[in-house]
T-cell receptor, first 114, second 112 residues
Framework: KAGVTQTPRYLIKTRGQQVTLSCSPISGHRSVSWYQQTPGQGLQFLFE???????NKGNFPGRFSGRQFSNSRSEMNVSTLELGDSALYLC?????????????FGPGTRLTVL | DQQVKQNSPSLSVQEGRISILNCDYTNSMFDYFLWYKKYPAEGPTFLISISSIKDKNEDGRFTVFLNKSAKHLSLHIVPSQPGDSAVYFC???????????FGTGTRLKVLA
């Protein structure tokens, strides 16, 4: 079974631009979660989608948004980029329909904002 | 407010000895806990989990202990191997929320 894939793996943008990151979950997984990882902050939860609906949201500004398609693939968009948005963005997929689910992570997209 | 805390940013252990990684949480609603391992340039990989109805779960060299009254869990790795050198994250979830809160990670270095 193919794992979680994320594209692109690396991205360099400048302040004020916007960016779209993509995540393809493991086949059969209907839940996709997004996290931001920065040094010293661990993994900060952004949002979770299940069956094309946002089911959970973290404490990030509205510049961070996402969506999920009918094939469970998900995209995350960050508008008006700031220097502090430089981070590793990880997505994780899970079955999503049970109360407790193991999440499987992709390799991440390293975003650098100049 | 950091609901899941890993107070040791790093830990060094000799090969063959026990590694103990600790995690504390503040939210009493958390009832499912997981440990992940992360190598550089890779996403975290799931190691082991425990639900609040248990106080111990074992999988090969990895054992997780949960002390609900102290809101504390720990991951024991016995024996430690150089390939275990990685960053370890604990995560917690409250049943039905489908949301995981991660700690800041502990970098484990196993010395040969």
């Amino acid at each position: 079974k193919a794992g979680v894939t994320q594209t692109p793996r690396y991205l360099i943008k400048t302040r004020g631009q916007q960016v779209t990151l993509s995540c393809s979950p493991i086949s059969g997984h209907r839940s996709v979660s997004w996290y931001q990882q920065t040094p010293g902050q661990g993994l900060q939860f952004l949002f979770e989608y299940f069956s094309e609906t946002q089911r959970n949201k973290g404490n990030f500004p509205g510049r961070f948004s996402g969506r999920q398609f009918s094939n469970s693939r998900s995209e995350m968009n960050v508008s008006t980029l700031e220097l502090g948005d430089s981070a590793l963005y990880l997505c994780a997929s899970s079955l999503g329909h049970r109360e407790y689910n193991e999440q499987f992570f992709g390799p991440g997209t390293r975003l650098t904002v100049l | 407010d950091q609901q899941v805390k890993q107070n040791s940013p790093s830990l060094s252990v000799q090969e063959g000895r026990i590694s103990i990684l600790n995690c504390d949480y503040t939210n009493s609603m958390f009832d499912y806990f997981l440990w992940y391992k992360k190598y550089p340039a890779e996403g975290p990989t799931f190691l082991i989990s425990i639900s609040s109805i248990k106080d111990k779960n074992e999988d090969g060299r990895f054992t997780v202990f949960l002390n609900k009254s102290a809101k504390h869990l720990s991951l024991h790795i016995v024996p430690s191997q150089p390939g275990d050198s990685a960053v370890y994250f604990c995560a917690a979830s409250a049943g039905g929320t489908y949301k995981y809160i991660f700690g800041t990670g502990t970098r484990l270095k196993v010395l040969a």
